[in-house]
């Protein structure tokens, strides 16, 4: 992997846009009560000075003051005071704000105005519809009185099973406020995938969905929630939502009607609890074994929210969150927590692709969205299928698109700006679920280089490590953080000796975090992503992230999507298997092969060539849209494909069945 060139900036935000962004308000206030430079010296504030890589260095070397300014600065409210901020910053184990309780949930309502509206929500079964902050709150307190009379309390665990509704979300809120701890799984999930992670924490409550409707079809999904009942024991109570088919029931739950019923007149109140007392239960993709519970807490995911949505995202007063996802990614509890910020949020639960790939963009236009969030994979869709979104649709609105799954290709960042043009703020972003933030994102007063992630997050101390552990500019290594940041897993569930948290972020490099991707920062700041580090191929001694290759891949118009794996051979060596979709009517037949070769050679390295390409159907994903490289070398080295990734944990599993029925073929 060799130093990259300077990409052409494609968005630079002007001095009236800068000078508005939460984060130099921030850095001023920062700079008046901390005394912090974050202007250049000289006693200026003005928003041409404004120096991110300053506010940036301060905040991973003065970790303590830093994230007390967080505290301070957006008034986190608590019940009683911390004694100091990091007692222990070893990692894992770092304690943060000892003796400090609060609420998550506190600070989603506090100060609203219940005419506000604080959701807008829309379905493939309904229109789109509002939820004001006044009924956001009912609903929310009506939950929390109905699990209350279920016997849920501090520390109990509440599972989820259900689409991304404004309903979902005010049940998480209701969790929350009660102390209890919340943990979703979306109803595409297969009963195994669910039962492996649900099963892991015991519930005592488990909210169902009837079913729900996705590209045109039906799902009833109440059969499954009569597998889930079976398989946890510890749910005492089972409650239906009815929102496939209104008034649907299933013999032993409980409507979800007759559960917000009592506290229809009720108003929320909020639990205390410690500053790193569970919030929620997140988990890994879970392709191989049982997926990992992590469990993070009330006191650092709303800080690092705080910080991030705020700061970083710059959600403000009139902006209209939307970001596609899931109740089975991070990306939704991202996006309800983005109501601790003065914007509000938008809901979509749906195929992205039904009736067509403008599915979203046609949300968007009709809900007004200001920050239009999505993966990667959509927006390369959009680009590779002709989508153009504003052709027909008022997307007006519209100032930043984020991006996230996966590294988004320089090809899609021109696409973006071809498709919207110069005013709009396309972010980038990486870090996921084991933190359910950035480590590396947008920052709303930096320039857009094509094919970059623009910086950094706060009080993220990011580096690009050698495996000697010396630290590198403008070359590749291994993503590592070298100081702790409050919302990193409190611990793993089911884990009581710390082993297997140690083994999976602290093994490589002792008391740092080892992220598992290979970045680039570059000497201004940017960060590139190049793919997981564990899929890395090397050739001589020649790294190559297999993002890279997917950038040289899918700039041909013929191929779709794609899959490289380097696979040992019995005699030492190694055959790079390139993996390819190919659009409709084109085959391996023509000039593909020999274009292919060209550009990984042009773009990537003679000696990444692919051995051989062979077409697929689909490639093999994860729910979150993960692609399974690993596997697919494994089964191609001869493992049966059972032992090397779990179908339930799959979106696509049948598109694995290829990789098993090639082992043995030259």
Known sequence: MTESSVPRVLWQPDERRIDSANIVAFARWAAQEKGVDAFGGGGSTAARDFDYDALWRWSVTDVDGFWASIWDYF?????????????????????????????????????RDDDAVAIRHASELHELGEWTWGELRERTAAIAAGLRELGVGQGDRVVAYLPNLPETAAAFYAVASLGA??????????????????????????LAVDGYRYGGKDFDRRPVVEE?????????????????????????????????????????????????????????????????????????????????????????????????????????????????????????D????????GALWDVAAEAGVTVFGTSAGYLSSCMKEGVHPRRGRDLSALKAIGSTGSPLSPEAFSWV?????????????SGGTDICSCLVGGTPTLPVYEGEIQSRGLGMAVASWDPEGKELIGEVGELVVTEPAPSMPVFLWGDPDGARLRDSYFAVYPGIWRHGDWIEITDRGTAIIYGRSDSTINRGGVRMGTSEIYRAVLALDDVVDALVVDVPQEEGTSRIELFVVLREGADLEGDVPREIARRIRTDCSPRHVPDRVRAIA??????SGKVLEVPVKRILMGERPEKVASRDSLANPEALDHFSELIGRD
């Open 618 to 623: 689909a490639v093999p994903r994860t729910l």
């Open 350 to 357: 749906g195929s992205p692709a039904a009736p067509d790939l």
């Open 228 to 348: 889930l009942r079976g398989a946890l024991p510890t749910v005492e109570h089972t409650v239906l939502l009815d929102h496939l088919t209104p008034g649907a029931e299933l013999e032993g739950t409980l409507p979800w009607a007759d559960l917000t019923a009592s506290g229809a007149s009720a108003e929320p109140t909020f639990t205390p609890v410690p500053f790193d007392h569970p919030l929620w239960v997140l988990y890994s993709s879970g392709t191989t074994g049982l997926p990992k519970a992590i469990v993070q807490g009330h006191g650092g995911i709303l800080l690092e929210q705080l910080k991030n949505l705020n700061l970083h995202l710059d959600a403000q007063e009139h902006d209209r969150v939307f970001w596609f996802t899931t109740t089975g990614w991070m990306m939704w509890n991202f996006l309800v927590s983005v109501l601790l910020t003065k914007a509000s949020i938008v809901l979509y």
């Open 75 to 111: 008034g986190v409210r608590a019940h009683t005071p911390y004694e100091s901020v990091l007692v222990d910053r070893s990692m894992p184990g770092a304690q943060w704000f000892p003796g400090a309780t609060l609420n998550y949930a506190e600070h989603i309502f506090e100060g």
């Open 181 to 206: 701890v919340w943990s979703s799984c979306s109803p595409d999930f297969g009963v195994r995938s669910v039962i492996d992670r649900f099963a892991q924490i015991e519930p005592k409550v488990l």
């Open 417 to 429: 700006y071809d498709e919207f043009g110069a005013d709009l703020w396309l972010f980038s972003t």
